[in-house]
């Protein structure tokens, strides 16, 4: 009954470094997203994947890179980490129905020093 | 783009009262969905309740209702006999429809404080 999972669920960086967050779902579902959140603030997108082999950006893409490696797995990488970085991520997923909600991980919260 | 709007940053209830969290939203599309995303302290975002803009009667699930107006492009939130375990962040989103695979947009949320 795992869903969608998040690894790591807390991580600590050094401005510069580099970091891949990874999210995978079991449910056998085709659109997958990453999402970050800051305090006071709602989710916003940062890139979606509608099916396996394709991604396109989101609201907030900059300074993010992301790669769908097969029809569970979708990670998001930080190449050059920011303080500006500073957030909590959420990975969902969706069936392909129009109708079908998002479900989400526990979420990550990561800390750019 | 489409953008959503909760007004109240904050809302306080009595146990077992009832409480209505607003929001708006800015669209010029005709088919959409909206959502009400509970978000407690643990951070998980748990879906309370989904509404398809083509259907006219509002959804209902348990102890939370909706009252959807499409013309005024307002989606309120209705938790009636507030509970304890009700305490959470609150947020609305929107999404598109028409088959395509976009994201939620969410609104900055509502933190609802239950009394006891």
């Known amino acids: 009954n795992a869903g969608v999972t998040q690894t790591p669920k807390f991580q600590v960086l050094k401005t510069g470094q580099s970091m891949t967050l990874q999210c995978a779902q079991d449910?056998?579902?085709?659109?997958m997203y990453w999402y970050r959140q800051d305090p006071g603030m709602g989710l916003r997108l940062i890139y979606y994947?509608?099916?396996?082999?394709?991604?396109d950006k989101g609201e907030v893409p900059n300074g993010y890179n992301v790669s769908r490696l097969n029809k569970r797995e979708f990670s998001l990488r930080l190449e050059s980490a920011a303080p500006s970085q500073t957030s909590v991520y959420f990975c969902?997923?969706?069936?392909?129905?129009?109708?079908?909600?998002?479900?989400f991980g526990d979420g990550t919260r990561l800390s750019i020093l | 783009a489409q953008t959503v709007t909760q007004s109240q940053p904050e809302m306080s209830v009595q146990e077992a009262e009832t409480v209505t969290l607003s929001c708006t939203y800015d669209?010029?599309?005709?088919?959409?969905?909206l959502f009400w995303y509970k978000q407690p302290p643990s951070r998980q975002m748990i879906l309370v309740i989904r509404?398809?803009?083509?259907?006219?009667q509002n959804a209902t699930e348990n102890r939370f209702s909706v009252n959807f107006q499409k013309a005024a492009k307002s989606f309120s939130l209705k938790i009636s006999d507030s509970q304890l375990g009700d305490a959470a962040m609150y947020f609305c989103?929107?999404?598109?429809?028409?088959?395509?695979?976009?994201?939620?947009?969410f609104g900055k949320g509502t933190h609802l404080i239950i009394q006891p």
């Open positions: 969902a997923s969706r069936f392909y129905r129009d109708n079908q909600p998002q479900h």
């Open positions: 449910m056998n579902h085709n659109s």
């Open positions: 994947s509608a099916s396996e082999g394709t991604t």
């Open positions: 669209t010029s599309e005709s088919d959409y969905y």
């Open positions: 509404q398809e803009a083509y259907k006219q």
């Open positions: 989103a929107y999404r598109s429809a028409g088959g395509g695979a976009d994201g939620l947009t």
